[in-house]
Nanobody
């Protein structure tokens, strides 16, 4: 049973920074990718940033240049460093881990952590 546990959310003023962390437990394998999604009220969940096991990264256009996604594949941990936060970054942020096995994609999710950016 894989569990992803997020930490680091909270309230911050616009222009500030936050760092989210995610640790996976109960896993006997390494993930093919880990990342962060977010969901704002009334909106669909969207990809924020992801990093593959080989180190390649993918960022949403809205966060490029402001967010980074350091990861430690050996420890199955991933973080999201968020700088220059904007009010529109307010959302619940979810940690995600992906495993590809026998042609199937398996997604694992954390419970989410709230990030609120005030003006």
């Amino acid at each position: 049973q894989v569990q992803l546990v997020e930490s680091g959310g909270g309230l911050v003023q616009a222009g500030g920074s936050l760092r989210l962390s995610c640790a996976a437990s109960g896993s006997g394998f390494r993930f093919n990718a880990m990342g962060w999604y977010r969901q704002a009220p009334g909106k669909q969940r969207e990809l924020v940033a992801a990093i593959a096991s080989g180190g390649s990264t993918n960022y949403a256009d809205s966060v490029k240049g402001r967010f980074s996604i350091p990861a430690d594949n050996a420890k199955n941990t991933v973080a999201l460093q968020m700088n220059s936060l904007k009010v529109e970054d307010t959302a619940v942020y979810y940690c995600n881990a992906v495993v590809f096995s026998l042609g199937q994609r398996y997604d694992y999710w954390g419970r989410g952590t709230q990030v609120t950016v005030s003006s």
